[in-house]
Structures are given as structure tokens and as C-alpha cells.
């Protein structure tokens, strides 16, 4: 399906400058759309032979279509455009003419030309036709709402044949614009209601007006009625503006609980100012539920903040335990299950610190990268460095990685850096000789060998984290199996990365000596379940 842009600049020759008022148009006219009951075809012309190239419809909410077709991508041309070619060669609207039939459906056509005004605020050529087709096979005594609107359309059709319809948007103006069917005003020039539409009248009703709106000074009504002076003052001021001929910016509007988003238009065909139209939503549901999912946020901050608590008591717990146990090896190994616990503490801390369920990650790399070296041998002093940024993670990797850090960290703290009667004990190399006690002893020997160091570094790439954890010491032990050798430490590394993060790790000794595993995570995990936090499909 071809856009409005891509259509126009296939078939015409019209200006970057033309066809974004032809996307102003199209983003703004379901109101003339609806206040028209009728369907709207924006056409420009092909050749200048007569032919028209249909490039965006828009059907009244209002009022039965007159196309049950799409007519986006149509190019007509001779005796069923006839009436485009009058308004745009003549540059006026075209009303006149029997009703035509699309298949059983009867239908009136009209043709508004579009102006794009010139710098100089003059009436400029006319760049394409609107055409606006009325299915009338319902149509019947219009009541008093719909000549209302119709009135109402046919001052928006000529300020389009102006070039002073659509107004420019307001910057951060995209969605939850009010609709016709929202409530409708109409004012004279005086800043006097003329008409009220049903809704509009029971939009000010729950607002605390309950009289008819019909003669009331609306811009003072607004002052009245918000309790916040300055907001009623914005939303009165905007009326003003609006009677004036500028296009003022959305503004709401609260009192007794209550909340009316409002919009004012400036209502000037021919370039006389007759009045102005508000459209008025009540939109007191939709700021409860904004509310709502205000305090939603704050309890799931404060859920992270419980796990934090929980999984620190249990950290807690266990560090007791290493205390009173007599064995070494059960000492160890509670030690390191307190540090697994506390580095997925740290996540949570930080999740019930942010108010989406990502993390800035840099923060946690230190605090698991400083809590490491603490872990390491009294005699060795490691320095952690740590390189480019990981940037803010989504909660379910930033867990899995960090538990995946932490073991890396930690194996090349307490491996790559063994204590000396460690290092002396472990089997060397056959064509090493292992250092005598007289190497040990000779001070340059320490003072020519590289500062033991772990650097983590971390960047992004074509979706991917990329991620290596290097160190300088002494690398893998000879006849490593680094695709299935090691310990817990490194079966918890592989299954969460291969499994939770659907990524791969890569562990084997450094060019320059010590080790290195990196590791790649695919960051496009499609979209993230705020609800359930779990990710959709990959
Ligand atoms: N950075 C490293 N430098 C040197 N050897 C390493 C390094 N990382 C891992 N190793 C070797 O791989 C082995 C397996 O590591 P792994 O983390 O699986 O177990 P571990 O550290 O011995 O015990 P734990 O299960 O408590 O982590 C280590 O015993 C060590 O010999
Ligand atoms: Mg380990």
C-alpha cells in the first residue's frame, strides 16, 4: 500500500512544501469528514489533461459511506471527475449536479479546490480537489445538530479553498484530539454560544455547569468554571485566540473532579472571522486510568524493592551459616551462593529505583566488578576496569547477565590470580620449569611482571550486546575443554547464556596471555509484556 507520499511524488510534480499540506489536511479532516456526513477523497491532478489520482479517503464516523471500495491509488479521468476539473481549473467549490449512483447507493458529489497559501499570507495556486460525496440513500429532514455541523462544514470547506484550513499543529498535538461525536460548540463573533451539541452540553455538566450553554460568553464560562485559575485562564485565553483567527494549542480543563480537553478552531471562510468551534471531550476516564497506571508503576517498584529485601536476608542466611560451618570446602561454597544471591539483589535494587522495567546497566557492572575484587586473595590486589557502556537493559536480560558477570568476574579474580602457595602447587606447564623459591624472592621479577588486571568492556552492535571479560593472569589450566569443562561457576554462565538470553559465549586464552570470554546477547527480543514482563516471540 503506497502512502500519500510516495503516490504524489510517483505521479506528480507537486512541491515537498505542497505535499505537506496535503498530510496536514489528511491528519486533520475526519472533523470536516463528520461535520459533513459525507466521504472525503483527496484528489490531485495527474496530467493536466483532466485525470485525477485519488491519494487518501477518509469516511464519515457520522454517517453510512458512500465506499464500500477503497479509492486510495484510483486514477480517473473524463465525464466521473468532471467536477474536480471544474474546481480546480476554476478555483472554486463545485456543488452543483444531479446525484450520481455507485451501484445501488445514491450519491451527491462536491469539490472543494485545496490553496496552499505563499509566504506573504496570499492565497496561493490550487494544488489539488477535495472531493466530498454524500451518500444519501439515508438522508432525510436534517435535525437541528445536523445542520448545525453542516453549516459548520461548509465554513471549514471554504477556509480549505482559502488555504486557511487545516491550522498548523501545535508541537507534542498527536493523538486524543476531540472528535465531532466528542461534543461540539459553535460561537459567533462575539465568543457567544450559538449551538451545544447533546455531548457537549453534558461534558460541561460534569464539570458543575448544568444550564444551557446557548448564549453563554464561553471564554468566561472556562475562567468560571476550572478551579485552577490558570488553567480556566488558558482554556478561556484559547477562546479568545480562536475568535481572533490564530489556532490555539489543546487545553484541558478540571473542576469538581472532573477533566474536558478542549479545542478551539478559528472559523474565517472567505478571510471574515465569524466565530470559532470547540470541540469538547471529557477525558476524566482516561486521566483515572493514567492514574491508575501511575500507582500500577509504584507497586511494581515497590515489589523489586521486596525481592531486593528478601534475597538480601537471604544472602544474609547463608553467610551466617558459612560462619558456623567447620568444612572449607562447605564454607566456599555458602560463600559464593551468597554472592550468586547478592548480585541479583543488585538488579532488583536497581529496578525499584527506575520507573520502567529497564536498567541503566554501567552501575550494576561496577558493583559486581568492585564486589569481586574484595573476594580475592589477600596477597593479590586485582584492578577492574571497565570499557564503552552496556547501556539500559531490559529487566530479563540485565538478571541473567549479571549473574553471568558475576561468575566470570569472579573465576578470573580467584583463577587467573591464584594466591603464590596456589600457584606453586598447581602443576605447570612440562617445558616451564616451575618457579624456585629464588625466582620468588628476586624483587624485579615482581616488579617487571603486568598489574593483574580484569577489564569488562561492552558495546553495541547491529542488535547484538557484545560483551568480553579479559583478564592478564595466568589463563586456562592445559587441556581445558572450554566447550564443556569447568565447574558450577561456568555451567551456570553457559545455561543462561545459550538458554535465558539466547546468546553465545566464547571462552579461551588471550592473545597476550590470561583469558578471555566473550560474549554475544541479541538485544531485538521482540516486544516486552509490561504486564507479565516476559518477552514475546524473538
Ligand atoms: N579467568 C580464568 N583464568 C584461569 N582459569 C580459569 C578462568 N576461568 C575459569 N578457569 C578455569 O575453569 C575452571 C572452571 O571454572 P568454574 O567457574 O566453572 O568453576 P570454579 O570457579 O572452579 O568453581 P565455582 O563453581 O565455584 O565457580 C576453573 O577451576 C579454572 O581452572
Ligand atoms: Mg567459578
Known amino acids: 500500500m503506497s502512502t500519500l507520499r510516495d503516490l504524489a511524488e510517483e505521479h506528480t510534480a507537486l512541491r515537498p512544501a505542497d505535499i505537506d499540506h496535503l498530510h496536514?489536511?489528511?491528519?486533520?479532516?475526519?472533523?470536516?469528514?463528520?461535520?459533513?456526513?459525507?466521504?472525503l477523497l483527496l484528489w490531485v491532478p495527474v496530467d493536466g489533461d483532466g485525470t485525477f489520482l485519488c491519494v487518501a479517503q477518509v469516511r464519515p464516523t457520522t454517517a453510512p459511506t458512500a465506499y464500500l471500495d477503497d479509492q486510495v491509488g484510483r486514477i480517473v479521468g473524463g465525464a466521473e471527475v468532471a467536477h474536480l476539473e471544474v474546481a480546480h481549473r476554476q478555483?472554486?467549490?463545485?456543488?452543483?449536479?444531479?446525484?450520481?449512483?455507485?451501484g445501488d447507493v445514491p450519491a451527491r458529489h462536491e469539490a472543494i479546490p485545496v490553496r496552499l497559501r505563499t509566504g506573504d499570507g496570499e492565497a496561493g495556486e490550487v494544488i489539488a480537489v477535495v472531493g466530498r460525496d454524500t451518500n444519501l440513500s439515508t438522508a432525510r429532514t436534517p435535525?437541528?445538530?445536523?445542520?448545525?455541523?453542516?453549516?459548520?462544514?461548509?465554513?471549514?470547506?471554504?477556509?480549505?479553498?482559502?488555504?486557511?484550513?487545516?491550522p498548523p499543529r501545535h508541537p507534542g498535538e498527536t493523538t486524543s484530539a476531540p472528535r465531532v461525536g466528542d461534543g461540539l460548540v459553535r460561537l459567533d463573533a462575539n465568543g457567544k454560544v450559538t449551538y451545544a451539541s447533546p455531548n457537549a452540553q453534558s461534558a460541561y455538566r460534569r464539570l458543575g455547569y448544568a444550564s444551557?450553554?446557548?448564549?453563554?460568553?464561553?471564554?468566561?464560562?472556562?475562567?468560571?468554571?476550572?478551579?485552577?485559575?490558570?488553567?480556566?485562564?488558558?482554556?478561556?485565553?484559547?477562546?479568545?485566540?480562536?475568535?481572533?483567527?490564530?489556532?490555539?494549542?489543546?487545553?484541558?480543563?478540571?473542576?469538581?473532579?472532573?477533566?474536558?480537553?478542549?479545542?478551539?478552531?478559528?472559523?474565517?471562510?472567505?478571510?471574515?472571522?465569524?466565530?470559532?468551534?470547540?470541540?469538547?471531550r471529557d477525558i476524566t476516564e482516561v486521566r483515572r486510568r493514567d492514574r491508575a497506571?501511575?500507582?500500577?508503576?509504584?507497586?511494581?517498584?515497590?515489589?523489586?524493592?521486596?525481592?531486593?529485601?528478601?534475597?538480601?536476608?537471604?544472602?544474609?542466611?547463608?553467610?551466617?551459616?558459612?560462619?558456623?560451618?567447620?568444612?572449607?570446602?562447605?564454607?566456599?561454597?555458602?560463600?559464593?551462593?551468597v554472592r550468586r544471591v547478592a548480585s541479583i539483589a543488585l538488579v532488583h535494587e536497581t529496578l525499584s529505583m527506575s520507573s520502567d522495567e529497564a536498567v541503566e546497566f554501567d552501575g550494576i557492572v561496577d558493583r559486581v566488578a568492585s564486589a569481586a575484587t574484595e573476594v580475592a586473595a589477600t596477597e593479590v590486589s586485582v584492578g577492574m576496569r571497565r570499557r564503552g557502556t552496556f547501556g539500559v537493559l531490559p529487566a530479563e536480560i540485565a538478571t541473567s547477565l549479571v549473574m553471568v558477570l558475576n561468575e566470570l568476574l569472579l573465576n578470573a579474580v580467584e583463577h587467573g590470580f591464584p594466591p603464590a602457595d596456589e600457584e606453586a602447587a598447581a602443576p605447570s606447564p612440562a617445558d616451564a620449569p616451575s618457579p624456585s623459591p629464588a625466582d620468588a624472592a628476586r624483587p624485579e621479577a615482581v616488579v617487571s611482571a603486568?598489574?593483574?588486571?580484569?577489564?569488562?568492556?561492552?558495546?553495541?552492535?547491529?542488535?547484538q550486546l557484545h560483551v568480553t571479560v579479559t583478564d592478564n593472569g595466568r589463563g586456562l589450566p592445559e587441556q581445558f575443554d572450554a566447550e564443556r569443562g569447568g565447574n558450577l561457576g561456568l555451567q551456570i554462565v553457559r545455561a543462561?547464556?545459550?538458554?535465558?538470553?539466547?546468546g553465545t559465549i566464547d571462552l579461551r586464552n588471550g592473545a597476550?596471555?590470561?583469558?578471555?570470554a566473550a560474549i554475544v546477547v541479541p538485544l531485538a527480543r521482540g516486544t516486552t509484556d509490561r504486564l507479565t514482563g516476559r518477552a514475546g516471540p524473538p
Open 24 to 39: 496536514r489536511i489528511a491528519g486533520d479532516w475526519q472533523l470536516l469528514s463528520d461535520l459533513s456526513f459525507a466521504d
Open 91 to 102: 478555483g472554486r467549490i463545485w456543488r452543483e449536479g444531479d446525484p450520481v449512483w455507485y
Open 143 to 166: 435535525s437541528q445538530l445536523e445542520l448545525n455541523y453542516l453549516t459548520t462544514a461548509d465554513d471549514l470547506a471554504q477556509m480549505i479553498a482559502d488555504g486557511t484550513f487545516p
Open 212 to 280: 444551557h450553554l446557548v448564549g453563554e460568553d464561553l471564554a468566561k464560562l472556562h475562567r468560571r468554571l476550572a478551579g485552577d485559575p490558570l488553567e480556566g485562564t488558558d482554556a478561556g485565553n484559547a477562546v479568545l485566540a480562536a475568535l481572533r483567527g490564530e489556532a490555539p494549542p489543546r487545553r484541558e480543563i478540571d473542576a469538581r473532579g472532573a477533566t474536558m480537553l478542549t479545542r478551539a478552531l478559528p472559523l474565517m471562510p472567505a478571510g471574515v472571522p465569524i466565530g470559532a468551534l470547540v470541540l469538547v
Open 293 to 337: 497506571l501511575i500507582t500500577k508503576d509504584a507497586t511494581i517498584r515497590e515489589i523489586h524493592h521486596r525481592v531486593k529485601n528478601n534475597l538480601q536476608t537471604v544472602a544474609a542466611l547463608l553467610r551466617l551459616q558459612a560462619r558456623r560451618v567447620a568444612m572449607p570446602e562447605a564454607r566456599v561454597a555458602l560463600e559464593e551462593s
Open 450 to 463: 603486568p598489574r593483574p588486571e580484569v577489564v569488562v568492556s561492552a558495546h553495541r552492535a547491529r542488535k
Open 496 to 502: 543462561l547464556v545459550t538458554g535465558e538470553l539466547r
Open 512 to 516: 597476550d596471555g590470561g583469558t578471555e
